[in-house]
């Protein structure tokens, strides 16, 4: 029974680490029925700039002002960077054929991994990710867990409650409902659609950046390409969930995370393998996802 | 008091002169309609007035403050207000949640206070929901503000473009074919829900419409637009009369048997 509450515990924070991913896609294919390919590449921008930020300014300061101070800068780096990719690299396409924003999507993808495969400091090796948050070992009826797994989670819930309160009772929220309906009309409402949009990519890259570092934190190896298997099966999870959805991204993010590490306990090889048998099944069995509407109906 | 006006206001498609010289002076609390057959302009005037096309001729202003070149969003903010020809709710949420969307944003409560759902957020959540509420009343639509949009019978939907439209409370409505796939009945009702807004609100009105009954009874004034080119101006009396009119909407032939 114990074995199988620290696969839990395992599998919750690998599954917050996807839904805060999943979430992504979910906003920005919900509100311009869009899949930005180059979503998960954000985490790993997210990952390189706290691991540089500590490389600069570690050791200055306590750490208890210094890793949050690191956090928020990286948030915020990544929203920026969010913005410009929405602003040159989508927005002009905005209108034209899903095929367009999609290729984009690939361009920008291999354009962030190997402009930063070629600055200096980074390269294709990977890099030790610092320890930025408190590891403490804590014994629960005999089995482990590291303080670092219980800060990630909770940290990655909170941002979770925050964006389900956001889209749900904020007049943003409402904003961006709206605008997911139909921008002519929202536009003429009096919603500055080109705003909601470019916010709305700009936290699921904020949402991204922080979830490199959570990421960093519990598996300590980042490299520039890390974003493909995490990014395929966070964007599993936002299918699994109901693309579009946002507690659907919450709930697809669990499922997957959890399912992979308990396959992983008795089967290591085939996982991977298996998020795409449970992709394939639910798609076969509820194409919209478990949480989807009826409206999802779309060609890509 | 409020005033839109238009001079000359034209738009080019490629070789297409869609509009071209519409001008029109509208006074608070007057209702205009735009006449036209299919294809001659109106709702691509509409679509001039409300900042969706970019005029390529003319001057386009709303309390001399100029419009032209606005986009949407900011000329809705100027007080300008439309329905759709084809239904344009927001068909998966709430009849209230439609309405609010519409309604102004003031900052009754900062971001973060919606995000704790603090007391004083709850408490103009509440005024929110009795004012979008009460305008529900007011079209005796109370009964449906949890329905989804898209759930509604037709001539509902169509009700309900015109209370969102009002629940930005705009200087300026524009009404595109309001009475559109009705029957007698229904467009009686969307006459007495027009003849409510102008009693109960300080708001002018531009209409489209087919139906001629309803346009003679209830505009003001009349412009009949024809290939994009205003070709009458007048009250509903005049416009009646005038061969020009008939002709455009009979042919020639039916002008001179008419005479």
Known sequence: MGHVFQLLIYGLQLGSLYALLAMGYTLVFGIIRMINLAHADLMMLGAFAAYFLFQWFGGTGSMAILVPLIMIATLLF?????????????????????????????????????????????????????TLLPKVNINIGGYQISSVQIIVIAIAALLLLFM???????????????????????????????????????????????????????YPTIYVYMAGTIGNKAFISAVIGGIGSIKGAMLGGLIIGIMEVFLQSFAASISYGLCFVILILVLLYKPTGLLGGKAAREKV | ??????????????????????????????????????GAGKTTT?????????????????????????????????????TFQNIRLFSSLSVM???????????????????FRTKKYKLAEKQINEEA???????????????????????????????????????????????????????????????????MYDVSILLIEHHMSMVMKIADRIFVLDFGETIAEGTPEEIQGNPKVIEAYLGKGGADEDE
Do not use: W
Request: proline share 4%; charged share 20%; aromatic share 8%.
């Open chain 1, 164 to 218: 389900q309160r956001l889209c749900y009772h904020t007049g943003f929220g409402k904003q961006m409902q709206a605008v997911s309906v139909d921008k002519d009309a929202s536009s003429l409402m009096g919603i500055n659609v080109n705003r909601v949009i470019s916010i709305t990519f700009s936290l699921g890259a904020a949402l991204a950046a922080i979830c490199g570092i959570l990421y960093g934190s519990l």
């Open chain 1, 78 to 130: 990544g929203a920026g960077v969010g913005f410009v990719i929405e602003r040159f690299a989508y927005k002009p396409l905005r209108g034209r054929t899903t095929v367009a924003s999609l290729v984009a999507a690939i361009g920008v993808q291999l354009f962030i991994e190997n402009l930063m495969r070629c600055l200096p400091g980074v390269g294709a090796l990977p890099k030790n990710f610092p």
């Open chain 2, 46 to 82: 509409f679509n001039m007035l409300t900042g969706m096309y970019l005029p390529t001729e003319g001057e386009l202003a709303l309390d001399d403050i100029s419009m032209v070149g606005k986009m949407p969003y900011e000329i809705n903010e100027m007080g300008l207000s439309r």
């Open chain 2, 97 to 115: 949640e439609n309405i609010r969307i519409a309604m102004k944003r003031e900052a009754k409560y900062s971001f973060f206070e919606a995000l």
């Open chain 2, 133 to 199: 509420m009460e305008l529900l009343k007011l079209f005796e639509m109370e009964d449906v503000a949890g329905l989804q949009a898209k759930n509604l019978p037709y001539g509902e939907q169509r009700k309900l473009e015109i209370i969102r439209a009002l629940a930005g409370k705009p200087k300026i409505l524009l009404l595109d074919e309001p009475a559109a796939g009705m029957n007698p009945t229904e467009i009686e009702e969307v006459m007495g829900i027009i003849a409510k807004v102008r009693k």
């Open chain 2, 1 to 38: 008091m409020s005033k839109l006006e238009a001079k000359h206001l034209g738009i080019r498609f490629g070789g297409l002169q869609a509009v071209k010289d519409f001008n029109l002076t509208m006074e608070s609390g007057e209702l205009v309609a735009i006449i036209g057959p299919n």
